[in-house]
């Protein structure tokens, strides 16, 4: 926090400085109110509610019962939350690899061609579809004996007779794919915005030493992108570990709770079995997790005010 | 050689990442009578695609629910970016004590995952009356909007300069005035972009109206399509499936729209 820029701009000031400070106070605090209380009371009251339950066991009705930590021991013994875990890494990583490399490789093929954003368009259009339609379009296509197996069998290629959605871990990577399919384009337009404004000189340099392709990538693109790459990839993870339209439209968490990721989970323990307890645990750790995923990236964004 | 290699694979990709979609106008367009799981892939398209959407219309009551999510999606943003932009106002220019510890605090608030609030949320609302109310999604898609605004204004506002400010006051304006008059002018265009990216986000949330709401005149229409997908999802593909489409088309039109405007709300928020 202490990286923040804070610009010396009150040298210049035309202003008589100790009225104008109090007037200003004031107004500073009836414009700052709304949000602050908003905030407060809606998101952080919550917050900490949430984080008592987990501790605690409660169903809604009557006070709710000390349990110390054994909500946190039933998440990592019980076995379909064991399950649970595994999916929601599993979704971590098929995250990072599919639409984020797919993003990538996207944008260092168009950024610099001719009609490249017409070339994205196909990608972008999945972003602007909601997890439910996507889960809706894919349940369809992954129907066992659906289009995907027919067109397999059509093609001569192995797997058509995969049941798609009912066997677990298949459900899990099938659904990471579509989920791949509706954010590969964004974050292929965000490594766009990152290409496009790195400097010319050292890419044309490196181009007439003779660098293309393969070797520019990895030399120049690569290095220059990193600091956007982090981001790209803290915010994937961030989305990943709540992943739930997709998985709750497709498969529901099922069969049995196969393929059930910890946002899912949360949400059946909570709404579901009435086990605020058990639920809230599951969500004070999403949370951990998050935050930890989302230090490399909020440093960036707390620290430097870029241009746009 | 590589000239062609490159638009090719190109666009051999995005024809695979366009297969979907054909799958479902195609399927969408014809009547449930006629759909077979065989001929998935067979072309079709016609009025009957606009007979399939009626009847989604009809069968999810998805009138109440449309006419719901258009109010979420306009007023939540709509307070949010003012309120966010007042944040932003009051520590930027109106140089608010420790204004970096209430942005902190006001930003955080978007850190946390959404599973954070869901359950005494579900609980305070049914409490104070406001489950499943209009009002009550109002005022939470509004809170969920309102640290992203409240970020991206705060960096938008360091970018004008101080004298503008200064000048204001020697003119006798209030800080209201300045507010209103200057600074919220000034920075239409960072405005419409939170606007649009938030607009999007509510259009397309399941997760809250699922747990705040039941009625389907309240209920958003994402909890609402899920709802016609389970209960007809296996005699009238057809129906669900225009269903989809349907609900999709105002937010893709509008992405398609306003790309420019949008990657540049992605930017400004520095994604």
């Known amino acids: 926090m202490t990286l923040l820029r804070q610009p010396e701009r009150a040298a210049t000031s035309a202003l008589p400085a100790p009225r104008a400070r109090s007037t200003y106070r004031w107004s500073a605090w009836g414009f700052t109110a709304p949000g602050v209380l908003i905030v407060a009371v809606l998101l952080y009251l919550p917050f900490l509610w949430t984080t008592y339950l987990s501790f605690t066991r409660y169903n809604g009705l009557g006070a709710p019962e000390w349990l110390g930590l054994a909500n946190y021991e039933q998440m990592f013994s019980d076995p379909a939350l064991l399950t649970s875990l595994r999916n929601t890494a599993l979704w971590v990583v098929g995250t990072i690899v599919v639409p984020v490399g797919l993003g990538l490789l996207i944008a260092v093929l168009t950024y610099d061609m001719r009609f490249g954003s017409w070339f994205r368009l196909p990608f972008l259009i999945p972003y602007a579809i909601s997890g439910v339609a996507v889960g809706i379009i894919w349940s369809f296509v992954l129907q066992t004996d659906g289009a995907l197996s027919q067109a397999l069998s059509f093609l001569g290629l192995p797997g058509s007779d995969s049941r798609w959605l009912l066997d677990a871990p298949l459900n899990t990577f099938v659904m990471i794919g579509a989920a791949a399919w509706q954010a590969s384009g964004v974050n292929a337009l965000l490594f766009v915005i990152g290409l496009q404004s790195i400097p010319k000189e050292p890419v044309e340099a490196a181009r007439v030493d003779g660098a293309s392709g393969v070797r520019l990538f990895r030399s120049i693109l690569w290095p220059m992108l990193r600091p956007l790459t982090t981001v790209v990839i803290g915010l994937s993870i961030v989305a990943s570990l709540k992943t739930f339209d997709i998985v709750w439209v497709m498969t529901e968490g099922g069969p049995g709770r196969s393929s059930e990721t910890l946002a899912v989970t949360m949400y059946r323990e909570t709404f579901v079995r009435t086990e605020y307890g058990l639920g809230a645990a599951i969500s004070v750790f999403l949370t951990v997790v998050t935050l930890i995923a989302s230090i490399t990236y909020l440093r960036r964004q707390l620290s430097e005010r870029r241009a746009v | ?271």
């Open chain 2, 1 to 271: 050689m590589t000239r062609f290699v490159r638009p090719a694979f190109l666009g051999l990709l995005g024809l695979v990442w366009l297969t979907p979609i054909y799958l479902i106008v195609v399927n969408a367009s014809r009547l449930p009578s006629e759909y077979s799981s065989r001929s998935v892939w067979k072309p079709a398209f016609g009025p009957d695609l606009w007979q399939n959407m009626t009847d989604a219309w009809e069968r999810a009551d998805l009138s109440a629910s449309a006419l719901s999510t258009a109010i979420y999606s306009v007023l939540g943003p709509l307070i949010a970016v003012l309120i966010g932009a007042a944040v932003g106002f009051a520590i930027v220019a109106l140089r608010l004590p420790h204004g970096f510890f209430w942005f902190v605090l006001v930003f955080g608030g978007t850190i946390f995952p959404l599973q954070m609030i869901l359950m005494p949320l579900f609980v305070g609302y049914a409490e104070t009356g406001l489950y499943n109310t209009r009002l009550g999604l109002i005022l939470v898609y509004t809170v969920i909007a309102v640290p992203f605004s409240a970020f991206v204004m705060r960096n938008f506002f360091s970018g004008i300069a101080r004298h503008v400010f200064e000048a204001a006051v020697v003119d006798g304006a209030t800080t209201w005035r300045i507010f209103w008059r200057i600074y919220l002018p000034m920075s239409a265009s960072a405005l419409v972009a939170i606007f649009i990216l938030q607009a999007t986000f509510i259009w397309n949330d399941l997760l809250l109206g699922l747990t705040l709401s039941q009625s389907s005149d309240v209920r958003p229409l994402m909890p609402a399509l899920t709802a016609l997908q389970s209960t007809y999802g296996g005699s009238a593909m057809p129906t669900v499936l225009a269903g989809g489409l349907l609900v999709s088309l105002p937010t893709v039109v509008l992405f398609l729209a306003t790309q420019r405007i949008f990657s540049r709300g992605l930017a400004l928020g520095q994604f």
